[in-house]
């Protein structure tokens, strides 16, 4: 089944905000068996909003709408809807009594905007926004649905955590669809794609196959669609299985689990600690680990060793050593991953240390050159990457290659 969503806003058109409606109002419409065919974002403007759900309705039984439900007067989101499905509008008392409730918790007077708040079309259903005042709404004709909600995210997720998705699966006879995200990391796009020939070209017709780069990462999601879920995940199983035997040491995780949190996995289950050492990635890897409650249990402390002043004077980094070889080089940051490994009192320890640019490089060592170094009780490994001529893009793809170092190392 197809859908497909309007977002209303002049905000999202001129870049003020961006749209996180759409992507997440898509993914849960997913998990339900509904495919979003299209995703529009319009002005605030009576005559965008009729032609666009129009031809909308034209295309997919469900249109979900987003925006243009506040009290104030460029909001005609209600009144445009009400006009088009040709109903009146009407003061919902239990509506109106739960404005004047959250008003008065507030401390604020209610005036004719709070009061216009609880008008609504009499013809449609008027869904409970149990997070906000804005009403939801809706709408059927010839058999199509259309539902208007509030654009303030933390409302919108409300109201279809509550109810809508709910009452979709009730109202629309959907299919099964389930996904199954493989996260890789170490190999590109094109090489990917050419070490899954054979297995990409044997999976079954139901399999659809996507691949999803990023910097430092590929995601390959497998979707499949059909009527039963147990058959649907015993193919998943059997493709998995046949995909680990080709690429297995470079898969780290799965659905969208970032790295970081596989490390952090793995250093939990082993009862170790790590510390970092960074230079290039500049915290960048400390930031990724402590992103994420309960990190305090296995992450003691970095080290942002940008000078090599802190590179001797923090990490004993031997002066001679950054003369001779540079900063950027295999001795340096080994020595700094060694340095943190003691200074923080952790068993483990990663170090960096490049060239991130847009300036700074030379002949032998150009922007994206990158060494990096993992210290642990018994091991010492270093590699260098030679990365990218984006700053921003080197910075993170340097830190994900670093946990990658980790990863394997704890797996040993």
């Not at 659905?255 to 996995?265: F, H, I, R, S």
């Not at 500049?282 to 402390?301: D, Q, V």
């Not at 060592?365 to 091991?379: F, L, M, R, S, Y």
């Amino acid at each position: 089944m197809q859908a497909e969503i309007i977002t209303i806003g002049d905000e999202i058109l001129i870049g003020q905000i961006v749209d996180t409606n759409s992507a997440w109002m898509a993914k849960e419409l997913n998990g339900i068996g509904i495919n979003v065919g299209k995703i529009t974002s319009i002005s605030d403007q009576e005559a965008d909003i009729v032609s666009s759900l129009k031809q909308a309705m034209e295309r997919v039984s469900l249109v979900l709408i987003t925006g243009g439900l506040g009290p104030t007067n460029d909001d005609i989101t209600k009144k445009t809807l009400s006009d088009l499905f040709e109903m009146n509008l009407v003061q919902d008392d239990f509506l109106f009594a739960k404005v004047e409730q959250r008003l008065w918790q507030r401390g604020i007077p209610m005036n004719r905007f709070n009061r216009e708040q609880a008008l609504v079309p009499d013809g449609a259903r008027i869904i409970t926004n149990n997070h906000g005042t804005a009403p939801c709404m809706w709408f059927e004709k010839d058999g199509k649905v259309v539902i208007s909600m509030p654009g303030v995210p933390f409302e919108m997720k409300g109201i279809m955590q509550d109810e809508i998705l709910q009452s979709l699966k009730q109202h629309f006879s959907t299919p099964v669809i389930l996904h199954k995200t493989v996260m890789t990391q170490g190999i590109g796009e094109s090489v990917m794609a050419e070490m899954l020939e054979d297995w990409e070209g044997n999976l079954p017709a139901c399999v659809k196959l996507a691949y999803l780069p990023s910097p430092g990462v590929l995601r390959l999601r497998m979707s499949l669609l059909g009527d039963n879920l147990a058959e649907l995940e015993k193919i998943i199983e059997e493709q998995l299985s046949a995909l680990k035997k080709i690429i297995s040491a470079n898969i780290f995780g799965y659905d969208d689990e970032p790295m970081e949190l596989t490390v952090a996995k793995l250093l939990s289950d082993k009862g170790k600690t790590l510390g970092t050492a960074e230079s290039c990635t500049g915290g960048k890897i400390a930031h990724l680990i402590t992103s994420h409650a309960g990190s305090s249990s296995y992450f003691k402390g970095g080290v942002v060793a940008y000078s090599n002043e802190v590179k001797e004077n923090i990490l004993c980094v031997n002066g001679e050593d950054l003369e001779k070889y540079g900063a950027v080089s295999q001795q340096v940051v080994e020595q700094m991953a060694i340095g943190a490994r003691k200074v923080l009192n952790t068993d483990y320890a990663i170090a960096t240390s490049g060239v991130a640019g847009p300036d700074g490089g030379t002949e032998e060592k150009p922007v994206g050159t990158v060494w990096i170094a993992v210290a642990g009780p018994n091991d010492l490994i270093s590699h260098r990457f030679d990365l990218y001529k984006n700053r921003e893009r080197n910075i993170q793809v340097a830190s994900l290659n670093a946990l990658n170092m980790l990863r394997n190392l704890l797996q040993k």
